[in-house]
T-cell receptor, first 117, second 110 residues
Framework: GAVVSQHPSWVICKSGTSVKIECRSL??????MFWYRQFPKQSLMLMATSNEGSKATYEQGVEKDKFLINHASLTLSTLTVTSAHPEDSSFYIC?????????????FGPGTRLTVL | EDQVTQSPEALRLQEGESSSLNCSYTVSGLRGLFWYRQDPGKGPEFLFTLYSAGEEKEKERLKATLTKKESFLHITAPKPEDSATYLC???????????FGTGTSLTVIP
C-alpha cells in the first residue's frame, strides 16, 4: 500500500510553454500533498504544501503564479509550470500524506524530470 | 539554523562491512523521525518512522534507532544493492512541515 504515481516521468518542452505534472495517490486518500524540487546531488527543496480543497501554501521564494498547484481531490494534485524557462529545468517530486491520525509519513512519487530548451 | 544534520555526507563500505549513518536534529517537540532511501533519478522510498526515544525498527539489513537528539541507521553486512542516498526527515508536533537532512550517499563495493 501507499503508492504514489507521477505523470509524466520526464518531459522536454520549449521555453515559454506550460507543463502540467500530475501526482496521484493510488491506494489511499491524501489530505495533504507536497511538491519538491531537487537539483543534482542536493536534497529535496520543498516548494509548496497543498491540502485538498484549499489553496496551496508556497515556501518563501517560490513564485505562486509560476508554479500553479491544484489539489482538487483526495487522490490528485497537479503542478503546472507556466511559461517555463531553462532555469526551471529540474527534477520535481511530489509526495502524499494520509489523512488519518497517527499516519505521519510522506510517500513519494517517482519524480518528473523537466527539461526546458 | 539547521534543523536536521546528517553525517557523513558520503560513505564507502566494502560488502559485508557494517556501519551506521547519523541523523541529528534540533527541532523541539518531535512528532516523528523518518528514514528514506533514494536511488538516482527516483523519488525517495519510505523505510521507517520512529516516534519516541528508545524505539527501534528493522528491515532486512537496516535498523533504525532514535534518541532524544539523534537517530542512527545501522547497516549490517551491506550488499552493493544497498548503495543509495539515505535521507532522514523530522516532523514537529506543531505545523505540517517536514525538515529533511541533506542525506548520506552510501556506496557498497563488491
Amino acid at each position: 500500500g501507499a503508492v504514489v504515481s507521477q505523470h509524466p516521468s520526464w518531459v522536454i518542452c520549449k521555453s515559454g510553454t506550460s507543463v502540467k505534472i500530475e501526482c496521484r495517490s493510488l491506494d489511499f486518500q491524501a489530505t495533504t500533498m507536497f511538491w519538491y524540487r531537487q537539483f543534482p546531488k542536493q536534497s529535496l527543496m520543498l516548494m509548496a504544501t497543498s491540502n485538498e480543497g484549499s489553496k496551496a501554501t508556497y515556501e518563501q521564494g517560490v513564485e505562486k503564479d509560476k508554479f500553479l498547484i491544484n489539489h482538487a481531490s483526495l487522490t490528485l494534485s497537479t503542478l503546472t509550470v507556466t511559461s517555463a524557462h531553462p532555469e526551471d529545468s529540474s527534477f520535481y517530486i511530489c509526495s502524499a500524506r494520509r489523512g488519518l491520525a497517527g499516519y505521519n509519513e510522506q510517500f513519494f512519487g517517482p519524480g518528473t524530470r523537466l527539461t526546458v530548451l | 539554523e539547521d534543523q536536521v544534520t546528517q553525517s557523513p555526507e558520503a560513505l564507502r563500505l566494502q560488502e559485508g562491512e557494517s556501519s551506521s549513518l547519523n541523523c541529528s536534529y534540533t527541532v523541539s517537540g518531535l512528532r516523528g523521525l523518518f528514514w528514506y532511501r533514494q536511488d538516482p533519478g527516483k523519488g525517495p522510498e519510505f523505510l521507517f518512522t520512529l516516534y519516541s526515544a528508545g524505539e527501534e525498527k528493522e528491515k532486512e539489513r537496516l535498523k533504525a534507532t532514535l534518541t532524544k537528539k539523534e537517530s542512527f541507521l545501522h547497516i549490517t553486512a551491506p550488499k552493493p544493492e544497498d548503495s543509495a542516498t539515505y535521507l532522514c526527515a523530522v516532523l514537529q508536533n506543531t505545523g505540517n512541515q517536514f525538515y529533511f537532512g541533506t542525506g548520506t550517499s552510501l556506496t557498497v563495493i563488491p
